[in-house]
Every structure is written in structure tokens, then in C-alpha cells.
């Protein structure tokens, strides 16, 4: 698949079962952790197996399709969350006191989405 969670992303795809296994390529009701992988790089690999039919997926966790969206859509909130930051401040050494969504604010490994975004501004930041 590429790098999205790590360089080496591998997914098992077994359509006549509709049956992905993910690995931690999509997770569900944890803060996946982006800064060993390519945020962006990770969205298109979702969105390309978004298309694929899929009954069950076999993640980290075992989960349904929507998993796939939900992840998806976390790492884009991550992204705009650094962004805003991105806008808000030119400095390597801010304090990123940002407020996680109510979306996500019940789902495990909380800290992972302050490392999430400091990793994506630092990133886009180039520093």
C-alpha cells in the first residue's frame, strides 16, 4: 500500500470474502499515532480501500468499514489542527495547548493526538 502508518504499510484484501485485514492502517476509538507514517500519504490509502467492498475489517482491533472514514477523518482534524496552529504562530517552541474534538475525546492513547499534532505542525512547518 505505501507508507501511511509506517514505510511499510502491508494489507491483506480478500474480495470474494470481503475481508480486509488492515493492520494499523485503521483503527477505531484509539488516537492512531502519525508521526512514524505520512499523514497525507495515510488518507489516500483510506480512501482507496473506502472503495473497495468490504464487509469486515480486521484491524489492530477488529471493526467494521466505517472505521476506515473515522480514521480518515481524524488524521484531516489532526492536519487542520496544525494548520491553525501554522497560522497562529511562527515558532518552533510552541506550547500546543490545543483541545482535542469532541469527536475523539473519549478514545484511548489521548496523548497520541497532542503528539499527532505537534508532529504535524513541526512537519509542515519544516522545523
Known amino acids: 500500500m505505501g507508507a501511511g502508518h509506517t514505510p511499510s504499510d502491508v494489507v491483506v484484501y480478500l474480495p470474494e470474502?470481503?475481508?480486509l485485514f488492515a493492520a494499523d492502517l485503521v483503527t477505531g476509538d484509539f488516537h492512531p499515532y502519525l508521526?512514524?507514517?505520512n499523514p497525507e500519504s495515510w488518507i489516500s490509502i483510506l480512501a482507496e480501500m473506502?472503495?473497495?467492498s468490504i464487509k469486515w475489517i480486521v484491524p489492530g482491533d477488529v471493526g467494521l468499514?466505517?472505521?476506515i472514514r473515522s480514521t480518515s477523518n481524524y488524521i484531516s482534524d489532526v492536519l487542520a489542527a496544525a494548520d491553525q496552529l501554522d497560522k497562529n504562530t511562527n515558532t518552533a517552541s510552541?506550547?500546543?495547548n490545543v483541545e482535542i474534538p469532541e469527536t475523539y475525546r473519549f478514545w484511548?492513547?489521548?496523548q497520541f493526538y497532542y503528539d499527532n499534532v505537534k508532529f504535524a505542525f513541526t512537519?509542515?512547518?519544516g522545523k
Do not use: I, T, V, Y
Open 17 to 19: 470474502e470481503q475481508l
Open 35 to 37: 508521526p512514524d507514517g
Open 50 to 52: 473506502s472503495d473497495w
Open 65 to 67: 468499514k466505517n472505521m
Open 94 to 96: 510552541k506550547d500546543f
Open 108 to 110: 484511548w492513547l489521548e
Open 123 to 125: 512537519r509542515r512547518a
